[in-house]
């Protein structure tokens, strides 16, 4: 699936709603200030990396996508990006994963410590058309046939033009947080 994003990673950047600046003072509360390094996993196109740059850390950025790896580093030259899968997939895993997974998977590996998880909700209203264009980054809508992906975009924007043309989403960020043994 993580191949998926690169198919649209323009796109992908310019739709989906960036991250709470939030996330900054959460990391620097969680080192004791700036920390030696960052580690950013999954970074995508980096709409999470312009926000952690804001610390001030040198940074890592893992991206198993090569196209989305090949924008990010196109946008932030200053970071080093890593075009490799973080972890080898589980099999066993199949469909919709239980809130928190990500933690107990961190915490349950053994490779770090003091894993915490602090959330940051928000909301974040778009208009139809600013809307079908994150649908058209959602993987289920990218694993679709080009002519009903068509028919979805259609469907959905003439609900939301009809409940008034606006969605607003309950977004939730989880910003996990670990340290590697001395």
Not at 5 to 24: D, K, L, N, S, T
Not at 33 to 51: H, I
Not at 54 to 74: F, Q, Y
Not at 132 to 160: D, H, K, M, W
């Amino acid at each position: 699936m993580s191949q998926l994003f690169g198919e649209v990673a323009g796109a992908y950047h310019e739709a989906r709603p960036g991250y709470p600046a939030e996330i900054v003072a959460a990391i620097r509360a969680y080192h004791g200030g700036t920390p030696d390094r960052l580690v950013e996993v999954g970074a995508g196109t980096g709409l999470a990396t312009g926000t952690l740059l804001g610390l001030g850390a040198p940074t890592t950025c893992v991206e198993p996508d090569h196209r989305m790896a090949r924008a990010l580093g196109e946008r932030f030259p200053q970071v080093e990006v890593v075009t490799a899968a973080f972890e080898s997939a589980d099999p066993q895993r199949q469909g919709d994963l239980p809130d928190g997974w990500f933690h107990d998977d961190i915490a349950g590996s053994g490779l770090f410590t003091d894993v915490r998880a602090p959330l940051f909700c928000r909301e974040l209203p778009l208009d139809t058309a600013a809307y079908l264009r994150l649908v058209g980054t959602f993987s289920p809508q990218l694993r679709r046939p080009p002519a009903l992906r068509e028919r979805v975009l259609t469907a959905v924007g003439a609900a939301i033009d009809g409940f008034g043309g606006t969605v607003v989403l309950d977004l939730r960020t989880t910003l996990v947080l670990a340290r590697r043994p001395a």
